[in-house]
């Protein structure tokens, strides 16, 4: 596998000035993350603990606090405004909400022609491009002179993953692509990324709340709490083996389709700590029902279990 993205000691604090002081908020707190070539790395965890942060920043959507971000052994946080312009074909992002993302006061052919014209391609290629993209989405190129109003939820996030990969990236970063949709249109849209994924060799980021969408599209799993990577795996081990307490709660909580399946789901008890006042100790500590007295004293190191890397006292 050829290495396309390295994350090293990635930061983002948000700081936020109150009255006589300030509260900074540590949304990505020193993270590492390595993505290869043509594979799904998803991202999961909780709302609010830093994920949808952490793929901005890798696209410098949002300008990080420290860390280092190499995009084919390149550090895009080194590249100047004109450079990283122009390294934006290269890397896209599918956004959670459709209809947000897409302008309501353009057809779907002038949406799909902006990136086009941003990166001066010539105006006699544009057409046959936006053309063939839009088909491959599984809409009609009778349905370019409409506008994003006119489409339902999943239509109108196929035209932003069209417009995401118009342009032939190699890294989409996808910001929970599914979530607002029906769960037929779901699959429907998954399919459709892992088509994609096969006829165009992207690479994923995939970040989703949803374990068993990220089961299904998945080839590694990296879960995150509080700003921080505490497991990491393949799809496999993460969904077979979990080591981390935090892991194996998110896994019991997957609605089971059989009501014959007993199930025990783990109920984390105690209080979420805020990001803006970290413990020294391990950020699960407050709610993990295997706590240890060190747990409250000393940031845990991040472990290499057979491949399997988790950040816990109890290994």
Same mark, same amino acid.
């Given at each position: 596998m050829t290495e396309l993205l390295k994350v090293n000691n990635l930061k983002k604090y948000f700081t936020k000035k109150g009255i006589g002081e300030k509260t900074t908020v540590k949304a990505v707190n020193d993270v590492n993350l390595t993505a290869y070539d043509s594979e799904t790395l998803s991202i999961v965890g909780e709302s609010g603990c830093g994920k949808s942060t952490f793929g901005r920043c890798v696209l410098r959507l949002i300008e990080p606090t420290e860390g280092e971000v190499y995009f084919e052994n390149k550090n895009i946080l080194d590249l100047s405004k004109k450079d990283m312009r122009n390294m934006r074909k290269d890397v896209q992002i599918i956004f959670q909400d459709p209809a947000e993302s897409l302008n309501p006061r353009a057809t779907v052919k002038e949406i799909l022609e902006e990136p086009l014209i941003a990166h001066k391609i010539p105006k006699k290629e544009r057409l046959p491009l936006i053309e063939d993209i839009i088909v491959k989405v599984g809409l009609s190129k009778e349905q370019l002179k409409y506008f994003p109003h006119q489409f339902s939820g999943g239509q109108k996030q196929r035209i932003g993953i069209a417009r995401a990969l118009i342009l032939n990236p190699k890294l989409v970063v996808a910001d929970e692509p599914v979530s607002a949709l029906d769960v037929s249109v779901q699959s429907q849209i998954l399919n459709l990324m892992r088509d994609l994924q096969e006829e165009y060799n992207l690479t994923y980021i995939f970040i989703s709340h949803d374990l068993s969408v990220?089961?299904?599209?998945?080839?590694?799993?990296?879960?995150?709490?509080?700003?921080?990577?505490?497991?990491?795996?393949?799809?496999?081990?993460?969904?077979?083996? @979990?080591? &981390?307490?935090?892991?194996?709660?998110?896994?019991?909580?997957?609605?089971?389709?059989? /009501?014959?399946? *007993?199930?025990?789901?783990?109920?984390?008890?105690?209080?979420?700590?805020?990001?803006?006042?970290?413990?020294?100790?391990? @950020?699960? &500590?407050?709610?993990?029902?295997?706590?240890?007295?060190?747990?409250?004293?000393?940031? /845990?190191?991040? *472990?290499?279990?057979?491949?399997?890397?988790?950040?816990?006292?109890?290994?």
């Amino acid at each position: 596998m050829t290495e396309l993205l390295k994350v090293n000691n990635l930061k983002k604090y948000f700081t936020k000035k109150g009255i006589g002081e300030k509260t900074t908020v540590k949304a990505v707190n020193d993270v590492n993350l390595t993505a290869y070539d043509s594979e799904t790395l998803s991202i999961v965890g909780e709302s609010g603990c830093g994920k949808s942060t952490f793929g901005r920043c890798v696209l410098r959507l949002i300008e990080p606090t420290e860390g280092e971000v190499y995009f084919e052994n390149k550090n895009i946080l080194d590249l100047s405004k004109k450079d990283m312009r122009n390294m934006r074909k290269d890397v896209q992002i599918i956004f959670q909400d459709p209809a947000e993302s897409l302008n309501p006061r353009a057809t779907v052919k002038e949406i799909l022609e902006e990136p086009l014209i941003a990166h001066k391609i010539p105006k006699k290629e544009r057409l046959p491009l936006i053309e063939d993209i839009i088909v491959k989405v599984g809409l009609s190129k009778e349905q370019l002179k409409y506008f994003p109003h006119q489409f339902s939820g999943g239509q109108k996030q196929r035209i932003g993953i069209a417009r995401a990969l118009i342009l032939n990236p190699k890294l989409v970063v996808a910001d929970e692509p599914v979530s607002a949709l029906d769960v037929s249109v779901q699959s429907q849209i998954l399919n459709l990324m892992r088509d994609l994924q096969e006829e165009y060799n992207l690479t994923y980021i995939f970040i989703s709340h949803d374990l068993s969408v990220v089961e299904f599209i998945s080839d590694r799993v990296a879960v995150m709490y509080l700003g921080r990577f505490v497991e990491f795996g393949n799809k496999d081990q993460i969904f077979n083996n @979990p080591l &981390h307490p935090y892991t194996q709660a998110l896994l019991s909580a997957i609605p089971e389709p059989d /009501p014959k399946v *007993k199930k025990e789901k783990i109920i984390l008890k105690g209080d979420l700590p805020s990001p803006s006042n970290p413990s020294q100790g391990c @950020p699960f &500590h407050t709610r993990c029902p295997m706590k240890m007295e060190i747990c409250e004293q000393k940031l /845990p190191e991040i *472990k290499n279990i057979d491949g399997q890397q988790v950040m816990c006292h109890l290994y």
